[in-house]
């Protein structure tokens, strides 16, 4: 059984795939940090100088744009790609340059507020367990801090366009986004869905920016189908 290496989204832990975890509780399955460096190369090569010789791979947001990376690095090592709620491209200079206040606010002690009211309400879609979804996201985000919110900060702001890392894998691809995404947008997906033909794109309904907690057992099912295509 292929090895998975999982990786979380910017300011979360391995909370933001329990449900994943214990559904693949037989399966080898690593979950990755991204919260050591500033630049995606070095997240990349630190999680890859850890990962199996081969392995399936899959990330959600910042984790699927770490995921990128360590593709671009090893596509070798690679054997199958999942990309949630994730962008190809380079960060948009209006988002860097945004990102530089939040930084400054979460330095000087306010990082609470920089996600509680800049980041997180933008997350999730309506729901009867939003609110504990909320919470949830709040106390990955605070328990990490604001050190390693300035780092995986600027490792976003700094990451380059992976279009051609993504067009040159021809291995089995899942491309997943929650219908509602406000932060990674269906034109993203769509985008790598036609740069990898090979893949299926799955949206997921009644969910936003992070499906594997919002709809955790469509986001399931379409993983274990993703992990069971031959290669």
Same mark, same amino acid.
């Given at each position: ?78 054997? @199958? /790609?999942?990309? %949630? $709620?994730?962008?190809? !491209?380079?960060? *948009?200079?209006?988002?860097?340059? +945004? ?82 995404? @406000? /932060?990674?947008? %269906? $034109?993203?997906?769509? !985008?790598?869905? *036609?740069?990898?033909?090979?893949? +299926? ?31």
């Amino acid at each position: 059984m292929r090895p998975l290496v999982l990786i979380p989204g910017m300011m979360c832990d391995a909370r933001l795939f329990a449900p994943q975890l214990h559904a693949f509780a037989r399966r080898p399955v690593m979950l990755a940090s991204c919260s050591e460096h500033a630049d995606m190369e070095s997240l990349a090569a630190a999680i890859l100088s850890d990962s199996p010789p081969l392995f399936a791979l899959a990330g959600l947001s910042m984790g699927g744009i770490v995921a990128m990376e360590m593709l671009r690095q090893a596509p070798e090592r690679v054997e @199958r /790609l999942a990309l %949630l $709620d994730t962008n190809p !491209l380079a960060e *948009a200079q209006e988002v860097a340059a +945004r990102r530089e206040g939040q930084i400054a606010r979460a330095r000087n002690g306010d990082l609470e507020g920089v996600l509680r009211y800049e980041m997180k309400p933008n997350y999730l879609a309506e729901g009867p367990d939003r609110q504990d979804l909320l919470d949830l996201c709040m106390a990955m985000a605070l328990g990490l801090g604001p050190d390693v919110f300035e780092r995986q900060s600027r490792a976003l702001a700094g990451r380059r366009d992976q279009c051609a890392t993504l067009a040159a894998f021809a291995g089995p691809a899942l491309v997943l986004m929650g219908e509602q995404d @406000r /932060l990674c947008p %269906l $034109d993203r997906h769509t !985008l790598m869905h *036609a740069l990898m033909p090979q893949s +299926r794109l799955a949206i997921i309904e009644n969910a936003g920016h992070l499906p594997t907690l919002e709809q955790p057992g469509g986001t399931t099912a379409h993983l274990e189908q993703w992990l069971a295509t031959p290669n």
